[in-house]
């Protein structure tokens, strides 16, 4: 059975200054969108206007704002852009916006928007309306260098799903992921959508596992080279590289806490793969389980209270959870022999993990109380490693099929995966930033 959402839409919206954009509209709007059970808010979005001597290509502004609406979850586009671009050059010819004309469209709200530029440095300006009312809504302004445009309009992206819907935008994110596109395993980040990848390992080393610290600036992952591993916190921005653990044995796994602090890891240095809480700099060690099993993989709960992990003690790897700080495990998962990779959704309800399905793994979640299972994906070529986003709805995960491992992005509700990566080498472990 597929979870559905209901989006019902009845909010106050402010033009207030936001993070990195400066408002252009002061008045309190309201905006009241009623939506039926899981319909979507009906946008239309034109080219945006040029001046000044920018080198953006406004074709390639609006995809990027087209893509980060479309995959929100929450807006259906005008897809004819044809009918679209005529009407706003109509627009611009009279110098008014025909707010009827755009309803026509079947459209609900509207962006416009401009771009100015010198040599160095631009500006895009977005404004957003609401055709019912023939009102605008909201309007920001992102200054920035002509490089990052992108980031300025998954910014507008963003700022338009938290207006309109209350809820977290995710274009602003990263995720982290190992490619062996140099040869060697590395762990490397891009924007959301796949785009800006950025080497992040230079250890001339194997580099798997990674994992975000809380505010997306450091990762820690595992490093291997040849029987030694370590553990290894790296800041994205900086460029630092530090050493957290370097025990016997295995030094995997590793998952910060959501409040900071502390790690829980798998660590063999007592024979059998268990599970290990310690500070962030690898002091205070302390360890959680017991057993002639292995334990590994464990994750958080958002509240920093509970993990879930993989244990085999029932004979094959299934997930259960427990107290952070130790106690008796809970067993979660029942169904399948074989269940792994457990990623705990922000709002706390689910745990996505991996499931092997008549012989291929997929990708399922499971309901924390009512322990309902749902699988996600379907069909040939193995999907591993879910990774949630910050708004508990989409999904990060490999796919291997032919010999070729690659990312893709899943919205829970509507289960239409989203390739974001392809070309030489495979993409794998990926990890969503908070």
């Known amino acids: 059975m597929t979870r559905r959402f209901r989006a019902g839409i009845m909010i ?17 709007v309201h905006l009241s969108v009623s939506k039926a059970f899981g319909e979507k808010v009906i946008i239309a979005v ?54 009827q004309e755009w309803a026509a469209l079947g459209a609900e709200v509207l962006v416009k928007g401009r771009i100015e530029g010198t040599l160095s440095e631009m500006s895009i300006e977005a404004t957003v309306y609401d055709l019912a009312q023939g009102k605008s809504i909201f309007g920001r302004r992102y200054s920035g260098r002509h490089g990052e445009w992108r980031g300025a309009v998954h910014h507008i992206s963003d700022d338009i799903v938290k207006q309109l819907t ?9 995720i982290a992921f190992v490619s062996n596109v140099t040869g060697v395993k590395e762990v490397y980040v891009m924007d959301y959508d796949g785009e800006n990848r950025r080497r992040v390992t230079r250890d001339n080393a194997i580099a798997i596992y990674p ?15 040849g029987s030694r591993q370590e553990t290894r916190r790296a800041g994205i921005a900086t460029g630092t590289n530090s050493r ?34 310690l500070r962030a700099d690898g002091s205070e060690l302390r360890r ?26 029932s004979g094959a790897p299934q997930i259960y959870t427990m107290s952070a700080t130790g106690g008796s495990p809970q067993r979660l998962t029942y169904e399948g022999r074989y269940n ?61 099929s032919g010999g070729k491992s690659d990312l893709y992005m899943l919205d829970i509700y509507e289960l239409e995966p989203v390739r974001l990566t392809s070309g ?10 908070n």
């Open 12 to 28: 106050s919206l402010l033009s207030s200054l936001l993070l990195g954009g400066a408002p252009v509209v002061r008045a309190q």
């Open 46 to 99: 034109p080219l945006f206007d040029v001046e000044g001597g920018t080198i953006i290509a406004v074709d390639d502004v609006r995809d990027v704002l087209r893509f980060d609406l479309s995959n929100s979850g929450y807006f259906s586009l005008v897809a004819n852009t044809e009918f679209v671009d005529e009407t706003e050059t109509e627009d611009r010819l009279s110098g008014r916006i025909n707010f």
């Open 166 to 174: 209350g809820e977290d935008g995710i274009a602003q994110t990263r």
């Open 211 to 225: 994992d975000w610290f809380p505010g997306g600036e450091d990762l820690i992952y595992t490093m291997i080279r």
């Open 244 to 277: 957290v653990t370097s025990l016997p044995g295995l030094n995997a796994f590793a998952a910060p806490s959501p409040r900071g602090g502390d790690i829980m890891m798998t660590l063999s240095r007592d024979g059998n793969p268990e599970i290990y809480r």
């Open 288 to 313: 959680l389980t017991f057993g002639r099993n292995t334990e590994s993989s464990p994750c958080w709960s958002p509240d920093g209270r509970r993990i879930a992990y993989v244990s085999d003690r």
């Open 340 to 400: 792994t990779s457990p990623d705990w959704s922000p709002k706390g309800d689910l745990v996505a993990f991996t499931a092997k399905v008549d012989g291929v793994f997929q990708i399922c979640t499971i309901d924390v109380e009512s322990r309902e299972i749902v699988r996600l994906t379907a069909g040939p070529g193995d999907k591993e490693d879910p990774s949630w986003a910050r708004n508990g709805r989409h999904i990060v995960y490999s796919v291997t």
């Open 424 to 433: 030489a080498g495979d993409y794998l472990s990926p990890a969503w930033s």
